[in-house]
């Protein structure tokens, strides 16, 4: 079994533990046992409401009977308000319970507060640590203005399968991008002290699997290897615990036929023994209640017993420890042990975070309007934004635009659309506030009258005359933007896809846009890497937009015009159709490979009517400057405690000043267990000038190279790797071996 001492080797331990004080021995030992079960109970902020539904209505309670349970000890956290009244009001009452405990307020702010930032996945195509901490560090800052203490994110469920809706929510197919984000994204909102009123309590999640669903249906299934589950899905896990997260969220789904809120061996065995999590774990909403659906709770007090025996320390929305933990404790189904264990953890938790010294931590009326959607967090949502595009094909060097001498026909429902900037679990943004791609564009304009707007058709529909108002304006103009793709709502928790193309009433305007023969430009607006068909597919350029939040006009239109060269990457491949999914580029060698020269030939590893590749594939993605590689340097043979130091030259061969994104991928060429045809293991940025070049030292870590091997132990095995450079031109190959 892999256990603590390998995920040592790959240093993902955390960093420290941390443990009750004797304020907290003592409240314990004076309370009763329905106090204690109003502490491992979270509900719906109904007090403060911010007017968005992210989950089905259960139990509603409305504000005066909430407040009144938590006078009588009932309530330990809320979640999903917003604002510092209602916040003040609620811990006003807490504090007249019996002992006075102070509440978490807690919120899904999975990309913005006020302030909506680009969705993570797009934040992910920025491949940039360093921005997403701060985008974090600022997400926090705003949102403990707003009254928060507590977010439920980051998401860090590795997604190889883009049908599943909640891609949009994490940071993609590869290992070590989620790795690094998951820290990076943690330590951005907590900083560098819990009790600090700008710190937000991280929450990776959801633990663990979750991603991998059959079908990429939510909340169905999930079954794989113990080896898959310890190599691809714990080591984000274990990286934003490794950098202080004490919280996490078990995953909705079963796990190998046991579901994530009543196993055990997943939540204690896994969660607690290997990856020494000291935390809280958290059921997700109403997750105890649902194992009576799932088929293996009698009725809701078996539910309960399930779920706090396998590890879940607070019950969300449910009410279901309130409601049975007494008896169950009474009857001794349920050790009073195993309740003071979970108690222990949620008072160390809001003693970590200051509120017992505080109560009102990040409960300022005046700090509210101050730190609310200021000029600083809007120039960072931006930044993000701009960094978030991804150019993935620009034909005769097509973009940028110039900014007068021609006519533009910005065509397609996201035209003028402010609804869909934002994407799914926007918090507590006003759609109101956003900067449409229209706007953007005619703000760079020279002479705004050049653009002419028509929206051809619906998200969905067909709208009169659509298409031929849309086809005017294209034989008007000299290029055509076409703004396509997915509505806000067609991504994120429950909106799973069984067809990933864009909707047929788009796909129809594309075709008849394309028929007039003028160079267009897609801009896709969407939550997942899609199939892209026809038109759409073979468009003289495409751009990812995303969900990119309040600043999307501003963003593409910089891009567009060239005030700001586009550098994202992609963090998901986009398939050549949905029947490829799931699929990742660091997919399992096979015994069969098609080759480079024909990828279809008979009786070789692919489909039928399509090969085992994607039309876009992961890390793809381009600027305006072109670079090339020459003069790779590595070691032939590496030992552990040694690098893998890796020397290449890359040199600006355009006439723009350009950003190179260098990134190194690997593949052990010999192991006991099949591994990925290759896997990105390191990547740099260069901004050089044309002509310029420059040598870039990038490093693998001996520990980088370790697997899972077939007797379930972490280890480097040696033998040779290949070794591949790629600059998005010419690929470099080396190889090493590690001994």
């Keep these: 079994m892999a256990g603590s001492a390998q995920l040592a080797l790959l240093g993902l331990l955390p960093r420290s533990a941390w443990a009750a004080s004797a304020r907290i021995e003592a409240l314990i030992a004076r309370m009763t046992i329905e106090e204690k079960a109003g502490q491992l109970s979270c509900f719906n902020d109904e007090i403060r409401p911010v007017g968005a539904v992210f989950n089905p209505v259960v139990d509603p309670r409305g504000a005066d009977t909430l407040l009144a349970e938590i006078r009588a000890g009932r309530v330990g956290m809320l979640f999903n308000g917003?604002?510092?009244?209602?916040?003040?009001?609620?811990?006003?009452?807490?504090?007249?319970?019996?002992?006075?405990?102070?509440?978490?307020?807690?919120?899904?702010?999975?990309?913005?507060?006020?302030?909506?930032?680009p969705i993570?996945?797009?934040?992910?195509?920025?491949?940039?640590?360093?921005?997403?901490?701060?985008?974090?560090?600022?997400?926090?800052?705003?949102?403990?203005?707003?009254?928060?203490?507590?977010?439920?994110?980051?998401?860090?469920?590795?997604?190889?399968?883009?049908?599943?809706?909640?891609?949009?929510?994490?940071?993609?197919?590869?290992?070590?991008?989620?790795?690094?984000?998951?820290?990076?994204?943690?330590?951005?909102?907590?900083?560098?002290?819990?009790?600090r009123g700008d710190s937000l309590l991280a929450t990776p999640k959801h633990f663990a699997g979750y991603s991998a669903v059959r079908g990429g249906m939510e909340y169905a299934a999930v079954d794989m290897s113990l080896a898959e589950l310890r190599e691809t899905y714990l080591p984000p896990f274990a990286a934003g615990?490794?950098?202080?997260?004490?919280?996490?969220?078990?995953?909705?789904?079963?796990?190998?036929?046991?579901?994530?809120?009543?196993?055990?061996?997943?939540?204690?065995?896994?969660?607690?023994?290997?990856?020494?999590?000291?935390?809280?774990?958290?059921?997700?909403?109403?997750?105890?209640?649902?194992?009576?659906?799932?088929?293996?709770?009698?009725?809701?007090?078996?539910?309960?017993?399930?779920?706090?025996?396998?590890?879940?320390?607070?019950?969300?929305?449910?009410?279901?420890y309130n409601k049975h933990l007494p008896a169950l404790v009474a009857s001794g189904k349920v050790p009073m042990a195993r309740v003071d264990e979970a108690v222990r953890r949620v008072l160390a938790l809001k003693e970590a975070l200051g509120l017992f010294d505080d109560p009102f931590r990040s409960l300022?009326?005046?700090?509210?309007?101050?730190?609310?959607?200021?000029?600083?967090?809007?120039?960072?949502?931006?930044?993000?934004?701009?960094?978030?595009?991804?150019?993935l094909r620009n034909r005769d060097a097509l973009l940028p635009l110039p900014r007068k001498g021609k006519k533009i026909a910005l065509l397609g429902p996201f035209g003028t659309d402010k609804a869909n900037l934002n994407g799914p679990w926007s918090f507590a943004g006003d759609a109101k506030d956003g900067i449409d791609l229209a706007t953007g564009i005619r703000d760079l304009l020279t002479d705004p009258s050049a653009l002419a707007v028509e929206a051809g058709s619906g998200i969905h529909d067909p709208l009169a005359d659509g298409v031929e108002r849309a086809v005017a304006a294209a034989k008007a103009a000299d290029v055509v933007l076409l703004a396509i793709g997915e509505a806000g709502d067609m991504s994120g928790e429950g909106n799973s896809r069984t067809d990933i193309t864009v909707p047929a009433a788009q796909q129809a305007l594309a075709e008849a846009v394309?028929?007039?023969?003028?160079?267009?430009?897609?801009?896709?607006?969407?939550?997942?890497?899609?199939?892209?068909?026809?038109?759409?597919?073979?468009?003289?350029?495409?751009?990812?937009?995303?969900?990119?939040?309040?600043?999307?006009?501003?963003?593409?239109?910089?891009?567009?015009?060239?005030?700001?060269?586009?550098?994202?990457?992609?963090?998901?491949?986009?398939p050549l159709a949905t029947g490829q999914q799931p699929w990742s580029y660091d997919r399992r060698s096979t015994g069969r490979p098609a080759g480079d020269a024909d990828p279809m030939e008979p009786g070789r590893s692919h489909w039928r009517d399509a090969p085992d590749r994607a039309l876009f594939p992961f890390g793809s993605g381009q600027g305006y400057a072109r670079f090339t590689l020459f003069g790779l340097e590595l070691p032939g043979r590496v030992a552990a405690g040694?690098?893998?130091?890796?020397?290449?030259?890359?040199?600006?061969?355009?006439?723009?000043?350009?950003?190179?994104?260098?990134?190194?991928?690997?593949h052990d060429r010999v192991a006991s267990r099949t591994r990925p045809v290759r896997?990105?293991?390191?990547?740099?940025?260069?901004?050089?000038?044309?002509?310029?070049?420059?040598?870039?030292?990038?490093?693998?870590?001996?520990?980088?190279?370790?697997?899972?091997?077939?007797?379930?132990?972490?280890?480097?095995?040696?033998?040779?790797?290949?070794?591949?450079?790629?600059?998005?031109?010419?690929?470099?190959?080396g190889a090493f071996e590690a001994v």
């Design 514 to 574: 394309a028929a007039t023969g003028k160079p267009v430009v897609v801009l896709l607006r969407h939550g997942r890497a899609l199939a892209l068909e026809g038109a759409v597919r073979d468009a003289s350029a495409i751009l990812c937009t995303w969900f990119l939040g309040e600043q999307t006009g501003s963003a593409v239109a910089d891009v567009l015009f060239g005030v700001r060269e586009p550098t994202g990457r992609l963090p998901v491949s986009f």
């Design 241 to 320: 615990f490794g950098v202080g997260a004490l919280a996490t969220i078990a995953s909705f789904t079963d796990f190998n036929g046991v579901p994530a809120t009543a196993n055990r061996w997943l939540l204690t065995d896994v969660l607690r023994g290997e990856l020494k999590f000291a935390g809280v774990c958290v059921s997700d909403y109403d997750a105890d209640r649902e194992l009576i659906a799932h088929g293996v709770a009698a009725d809701e007090a078996d539910a309960a017993r399930l779920a706090i025996l396998a590890g879940i320390d607070v019950s969300m929305q449910s009410g279901l």
């Design 642 to 666: 040694q690098a893998v130091e890796i020397r290449v030259t890359v040199a600006n061969t355009s006439t723009w000043r350009g950003e190179a994104f260098v990134r190194v991928d690997i």
């Design 82 to 117: 917003y604002g510092v009244a209602g916040a003040r009001k609620a811990q006003a009452a807490a504090l007249k319970s019996r002992l006075g405990i102070p509440l978490i307020f807690a919120a899904d702010v999975i990309h913005g507060c006020r302030t909506i930032f």
């Design 120 to 195: 993570p996945l797009a934040e992910a195509a920025a491949f940039d640590p360093d921005l997403s901490e701060r985008a974090a560090r600022a997400v926090a800052q705003e949102a403990n203005a707003g009254g928060l203490h507590w977010t439920f994110a980051p998401v860090v469920d590795v997604a190889r399968d883009q049908r599943w809706g909640r891609v949009a929510e994490g940071a993609g197919e590869d290992l070590l991008l989620n790795r690094q984000l998951a820290a990076a994204r943690v330590r951005g909102f907590q900083g560098s002290d819990l009790r």
């Design 364 to 391: 300022d009326v005046a700090a509210e309007k101050k730190r609310t959607a200021t000029p600083a967090i809007k120039a960072v949502a931006r930044e993000v934004a701009t960094r978030s595009i991804v150019l």
């Design 679 to 733: 896997q990105m293991k390191a990547y740099a940025r260069a901004t050089l000038d044309p002509g310029e070049a420059r040598v870039v030292t990038l490093s693998i870590p001996y520990q980088e190279l370790a697997l899972v091997a077939v007797d379930g132990q972490w280890r480097v095995e040696p033998g040779m790797f290949d070794l591949w450079v790629d600059a998005g031109g010419e690929v470099l190959h």
